[in-house]
């Protein structure tokens, strides 16, 4: 039988260099020499285009940068980026693409600009990598070869009520009362049912039926009640991290200072507008061909088959598949318990039955065809699996289930390279046909630390349920999948998708560093950061997806 965890979980595990037939379950080793991709294996590639200054009637005056129509090699995924990533896009993005071979151009489509709440933590060493660049979210657009793209700054007073949007919320303090809007809350006092970074579980078996605007009723709301009050839903994405660390320092001379002069403003009748971020680029990713089909390889054959990258990231799930498998197989609950319960040992097992759900089929990094070296070669862990926080991938809904894999290794390209982090960003992904997919790697069954949820990737997992979920209601098979996935990630670490989870904030623009937050085991991203994600039909579906999770695992 297989065990799901290692016996011990470094914070950081070296993808190493040697890779044993036999291999033990807490994998530190890969092969000793990378062997060549096999052969019909296409990486991918990016385009990266920079943008150029626009005269546009339709900008009405205001500063626009973009691209007119060219043709441009293969690609399939755009995305903008910027040079600084604390900076934001205050705008609007929309792009027109050609359809490979027709000719035919789509019309315009909006790029979500709201992309930077989806990152490492501020203090975490991937937030300081030196390749870091503001990013908007992906958008999938399918095989095209021309492109036409803008970028409009928005008005000034639209960038300020966007900005504060993030936290106007009548921010409470920890007696209930209003403290002056816009300001985060500091619930560093909140009750702290753990000591320094742990926290516990708690198991409340509450319904939750709805969600934010209208979706149901209050208990699919976080429970806030030590530390005072949840943040509504924003009315449109928010753009801003209010931290001590990304808030520019005030003035110190400002009593020696001679008396201001007069700032002369735009003219009459010209409405002021939001500065564009420097180095605005246009990404074009091409995710390359779909890997070769694959059956199954002898022992000996597996290690020489896959290079160093690719056996390290397949064998941290040696526990649960085959090395180099591109499949995760599905187990039944009694086969999943038993498990369980022999990965911890019949003695401490016998005090209870284990409240888990039956494991997923998964497939792997290794089954949508990862490129394993673009990724930073180590593996972050985090401590536990407290909640998981569900998001929508903004990248549309014009995707069928079969494209999936080149939609992710689109999606992990601009991770990567176009925005500077480590590796994907979501532990998981989930398409419309309740397909589940292995995302940053490091196991499956690990507690891996994700770039997901700004402020709260410690003790979490981050689940993208691939498409856009503002306006179109998700399908069944993806909330579905997404109960199913929670029912067994987050019974190996014995929380309760009913139940409420204490997590300690590294800081967002809802909750200051260090702050004590109580939030549900299965939140949506905006209970821990003022977003738009996963969007209002996706969040109004999660009490659903509780409920569903908690009955898979037997509660």
Known sequence: ???????????????????????????????????????????????????????????????????????????????????????????????????????????????????????????????????????????????????????????????????????DHGAATDQGTATDQGAVTDHGTATDHGAGDSASNETGDSADHGGHGGHGDPSEQPDHSDQSRQAPAPTRPATSVVTAQASAPASASTASAPAAQPVAGP?????????????????????????????????????????????????????????????????????????????????????????????????????????????????????????????HSASGNNYSCSQVPSLLRSIYRYHVKSSGWRDFGYNFAVDKCGNIYEGRAGGVAKPVLGAHTLGFNSNSTGIAVLGTYSNTNPPKAAVNAVARLTAWKLGLYGANPKGKALLKSAGSNLYKKGAKVRLNVISGHRDGFATECPGGRLYGKLGTARTSSARYQGR
């Open 1 to 167: 039988m297989r065990g799901y965890l290692a016996s011990s979980i470094g914070v950081a595990c070296a993808a190493a260099l040697a890779l044993p037939l036999a291999v033990p379950q807490d994998v530190r080793a890969a092969v000793a020499a990378p062997v060549a991709e096999p052969a019909g294996s296409v990486p991918g590639s990016t385009q990266s285009l920079p943008l150029s200054p626009l005269t546009s009637d339709r900008s009405g005056g205001a500063p626009a940068q973009g691209l007119t129509r060219r043709d441009v090699r293969p690609f399939s995924l755009v995305g903008v980026v910027w040079d600084d990533p604390a900076a934001e896009l205050h705008g609007r993005v929309q792009v027109r693409t050609r359809a490979t071979g027709t000719g035919r151009w789509s019309d315009w489509q909006d790029v979500d600009t709201h992309n930077q709440e989806h990152a490492a933590d501020l203090d975490s060493p991937e937030r300081a990598g030196a390749e870091l660049h503001g990013s908007t979210a992906p958008l999938w657009v399918g095989d095209s070869d021309g492109v036409e793209i803008r970028v409009e700054s928005a008005p000034a007073s639209t960038a300020r009520h966007d900005h504060g949007a993030a936290t």
């Open 267 to 391: 003219p009459s009748g010209v409405q002021a507008v939001a500065p564009l971020p420097a180095g605005l680029r246009l990404e074009l990713v091409d995710p390359g061909d779909d890997p070769p089909a694959q059956g199954p390889l002898a022992d000996g054959a597996q290690v020489s088959a896959l290079g160093a990258e690719d056996a390290a990231s397949s064998a941290v799930n040696a526990d649960l598949a085959d090395l180099g498998a591109t499949v995760i197989p599905a187990l039944t609950k009694e086969e999943t318990e038993n498990d369980f319960i022999e990965s911890r040992g019949v003695v401490q097992a016998a005090h209870a039955k284990p409240y888990i759900g039956p494991r997923p089929r998964i497939v792997t990094r290794k089954g949508w065809g990862a490129d394993e070296k673009l990724r930073e070669r180590n593996f972050v862990y985090t401590k536990s699996v407290r909640a998981a926080f569900v998001h």
